[in-house]
Nanobody, 137 residues
Framework: QVRLTESGGDSVQAGGSLRLSCAAS????????MGWFRQAPGKEREGFAV???????????YYADSVKGRFTISQDSAKNTVYLQMNSLKPEDIGMYYC???????????????????????????WGQGTQVTVSS
C-alpha cells in the first residue's frame, strides 16, 4: 500500500549535521505514524523519532532520550515526505537509518501519550531500504 524511500545519508565529522528525507509513494493516509529507526552494526534496530498525524489536536512527536535536543522530525504533507534534521552528530549515531510507517496507529500513540509504543519496532509494518549515516571523530 505504501513504499518508503530514504535519502540524505552521508559521512560527516562529529558535530556536523545531516538532513534525511523519507518519501512515501502509493496510497496516502490521514492517520498514521512515521518513525525513524537506526541500526548500528551488531545492534538491534531502535526507534528514536516519530511523528503522528491525524489526531484531533494536531501532530504528535516522540523522541528517544539519546537524540532529544539534537534531532528534529518534521513533515511536508503535500509532498508525502517526512524529514529528520540531525545536528551535533556523534560517532555513536553511526548506523543505517530506516523510515517506517504505522498505518493503523494506536489511539494513545496518535494522541501523544504513549512513547513506549510509538518508538517500538513491532508497531511498524512498512519500512524503507535504509540510508547510511557515518560520523567520524
Amino acid at each position: 500500500q505504501v513504499r518508503l524511500t530514504e535519502s540524505g545519508g552521508d559521512s560527516v565529522q562529529a558535530g556536523g549535521s545531516l538532513r534525511l528525507s523519507c518519501a512515501a509513494s502509493g496510497n496516502t493516509y490521514r492517520t498514521k505514524c512515521m518513525g525513524w529507526f537506526r541500526q548500528a552494526p551488531g545492534k538491534e534496530r531502535e526507534g528514536f523519532a516519530v511523528i503522528c498525524t491525524g489526531g484531533a489536536v494536531g501532530d504528535a512527536k516522540y523522541y528517544a532520550d539519546s537524540v532529544k535536543g539534537r534531532f528534529t522530525i518534521s513533515q511536508d504533507s503535500a509532498k508525502n515526505t517526512v524529514y529528520l534534521q540531525m545536528n551535533s552528530l556523534k560517532p555513536e549515531d553511526i548506523g543505517m537509518y530506516y523510515c517506517a510507517a504505522d498505518l493503523n496507529p494506536r489511539a494513545t500513540v496518535v494522541a501523544g501519550s504513549d512513547p513506549e509504543r510509538a518508538l517500538a519496532r513491532d508497531e511498524y509494518a512498512y519500512w524503507g531500504q535504509g540510508t547510511q549515516v557515518t560520523v567520524s571523530s
